[in-house]
Nanobody
């Protein structure tokens, strides 16, 4: 089992930046991919970005490409989401997630609120 704890959310003005962190504990050796998802009020949860734990390959949803950067620090079992040029439509609860190979994301953090004011 893997436990995930997010931090770094908050309130920021449009055009500003935030950096989210997700600390993993437990059986971290089983992690294959880590990702970030978000859920805005009244909307379904959506994929934001992911990174493979060993090779560092990254993937992003189109709406955040060029603005968000996902990275990881394997030594600290932590994944980051650097968010720049934030827009009001980025407002959501952001969730960290992880998975083993061959499965959907099945480890989830508790979420951290990001609010971008216009």
């Amino acid at each position: 089992q893997v436990q995930l704890v997010e931090s770094g959310g908050g309130l920021v003005q449009a055009g500003g930046s935030l950096r989210l962190s997700c600390a993993a504990s437990g059986r971290t050796s089983s992690i294959y991919v880590m990702g970030w998802f978000r859920q805005a009020p009244g909307k379904e949860r959506e994929f934001v970005a992911s990174i493979t734990w060993s090779g560092g390959s990254t993937y992003y949803t189109d709406s955040v490409k060029g603005r968000f950067t996902i990275s990881r620090d394997n030594a600290k079992n932590t994944v980051f989401l650097q968010m720049n040029n934030l827009k009001p439509e980025d407002t959501a609860v952001y969730y960290c997630a992880g998975k083993v190979a061959g499965r959907d994301f099945h480890w989830w953090g508790q979420g951290t609120q990001v609010t971008v004011s216009s």
